[in-house]
């Protein structure tokens, strides 16, 4: 048997039922607040933009697309904190943040029942806090300009992040989204297949990602796993997929070498030759 099918016997992943009655009617108004609250909030941000002098279209343009490609590593960072960290039995962020991340491991097609609100409540209520720095910002000239465009524009995408999800668990989506996920505009679902694979230790990143395939070559997460164990003692997916499981998986991590150095480690073996061997014998 191998090391990987050892792991996979060894999950102990939580009930699908119970971890989906934890969705109360006070989280619930809570996103809705929050989806309220995230709107008002951009609206007021493009009424602020709309007309200033220093507001120009590549200005608009670039922090669209820098916001992007932001949105997808905060999607990934988030998510990751979700999967990796914490229990679903913490107070307010077990029920609120943490259930639904466990929640689709168990049951991933889960995600494509809930409704608006249940899907993009939470990334809203997160967001709150950017898009009030975001719209408060002085527009006295184009570098800020561009910071409050380019905050609005990455929580924009944080809050699309959700649908994006959704629709590529969606054996049919829609035909335009379809499309834009056959381009990887947004995130597809053969490419977020990976992260379904026990025991989801990569490829986080959900808006589109674009950024999933360098954070592994760097091994971004396990060494930032491996730094909070050492400070802390937490074991990262402990309340995830059972202890036994993550002991395992962290031991495997924290000895493999992140794939870009590996890579780096072999091309400086082939560009240093063979030292020829000294002869010992005198000439004649």
């Known amino acids: 048997m191998t090391k990987k099918n050892e ?4 999950l102990r992943q939580q009930d699908a039922t119970a971890l989906a009655q934890g969705y109360s009617p006070a989280i ?7 989806i309220v609250s995230f709107v008002g909030l951009e609206l007021a941000l493009v009424w602020r933009l709309w007309g200033n002098p220093h507001t120009g279209p590549w200005l608009l343009l670039s922090a669209l697309l820098l916001g992007y ?4 590593f905060v999607s990934g960072f988030v998510h990751w904190m979700g999967d990796t960290w914490g229990s679903t039995d913490m107070p307010v962020l077990g029920k609120a943040f943490i259930r639904p991340f466990r929640e689709h491991h168990v049951d991933e097609k889960a995600i494509t029942r809930h409704d608006f609100v249940e899907t993009n409540g939470n990334n809203c209520l997160v967001s709150l806090p950017v898009a009030i720095l975001a719209v408060l910002l002085p527009h006295a000239s184009p570098g800020q300009v561009f910071v409050s465009a380019f905050l609005g524009a990455m929580i924009f995408w944080v809050m699309a992040t959700n649908q994006f999800h959704k629709w590529s668990h969606m054996d049919h989506p829609p035909a335009l989204i379809g499309f834009l996920q056959r381009v990887h505009l947004i995130l597809p679902p053969d490419h977020h297949r990976i992260h379904h ?7 986080y990143c959900i808006t589109v990602g674009w950024m999933n395939k360098p954070l592994v070559m760097i091994g971004f997460f396990p060494t930032l796993e491996r730094l909070i164990t050492r400070v802390t003692g937490l074991i990262p997916r ?10 395992e998986l962290f031991e495997a991590t924290s000895t493999a070498t992140p794939p ?5 480690k072999e091309l400086l073996e082939e560009a240093t030759p063979d030292e020829a061997p000294v002869s010992s014998a005198r000439p004649s």
Do not use: C, W
Request: net charge negative; charged share 25%; hydrophobic share 50%.
């Open 7 to 10: 792991l996979k016997n060894h």
């Open 28 to 34: 619930r108004a809570m996103e809705i607040a929050s």
């Open 69 to 72: 490609l932001a949105a997808d």
């Open 197 to 203: 694979t026990a025991p989801f230790n990569k490829y």
């Open 238 to 247: 402990k309340d995830d997929i059972g202890t036994e499981a993550a002991l």
């Open 260 to 264: 870009v150095v590996q890579a780096a």
